[in-house]
């Protein structure tokens, strides 16, 4: 047993003294280990470096008050000029029906073939007072609130940022919410039912 670890100790002392010392080859497998061991440390140092760059912390960007007030306003004002367009389209309806009626114009009745010769318009007496158009709503939110619901509205002819309930009377009375939905306002005006999408 004491022969075989004196062999293998010599061994190893022979083999560590010709890599160490050694000529030819072994020079060569010195300088290979060098480099191996060489290129390990540089690795490593990479790594290391990499790991500490994860950790420390990235500037994190915050957007000041001023321009998320800027964007509001901005989008406010869009939306301020949707409402300004929907009321401008929405003033002369009532009158431009009124006229077209009156004159006996159908410019949505179909056409009928073989007419000849003139034809001849009867006048309409307006009897019947034309409907007034509803005002111009433009729902905003819902919030429910103790089992109520109530919209957030825009109202032509009553202002903006209103809170509007069922039985909220439009006009004086000639309109009145009925209901309010988490998709829909209705409303009556004048004995016909309108609905209002949110948003619209």
């Excluded at 072994?26 to 994860?54: D, H």
């Excluded at 006996?104 to 056409?111: C, D, I, L």
């Amino acid at each position: 047993m004491t022969t075989l670890r004196t062999t293998w100790k010599d061994s190893f002392t022979g083999l560590a003294d010709d890599l160490l010392r050694g000529e030819g080859l072994w020079k060569g497998l010195r300088f290979l280990i060098a480099f191996l061991l060489l290129a390990g440390s540089l690795r490593s140092l990479q790594v290391f470096y990499g790991m500490v760059g994860q950790l420390t912390p990235e500037a994190v960007s915050v957007e000041s008050p001023a321009d998320v007030l800027l964007s509001d306003r901005e989008r406010l004002e869009r939306l301020n000029e949707r409402f300004r367009v929907a009321v401008k389209a929405r003033q002369g309806s009532g009158e431009l029906s009124r006229l077209a009626m009156m004159s006996g114009r159908r410019p949505f009745a179909p056409v009928e073939a073989g007419l000849a010769g003139p034809i001849e318009i009867e006048t309409v007496v307006d009897e019947v007072p034309a409907m007034i158009p509803p005002p111009l709503i433009l729902v905003t939110a819902v919030m429910e609130m103790d089992q109520d619901r109530i919209a957030v509205a825009d109202v032509e002819g009553h202002g903006g940022g209103l809170l509007l309930r069922p039985g909220f009377l439009l006009s004086g009375g000639k309109g009145r919410i009925l209901s309010i939905s988490a998709e829909k306002v209705v409303f009556l005006w004048e004995g016909e039912r309108f609905e209002i999408p949110i948003g619209y």
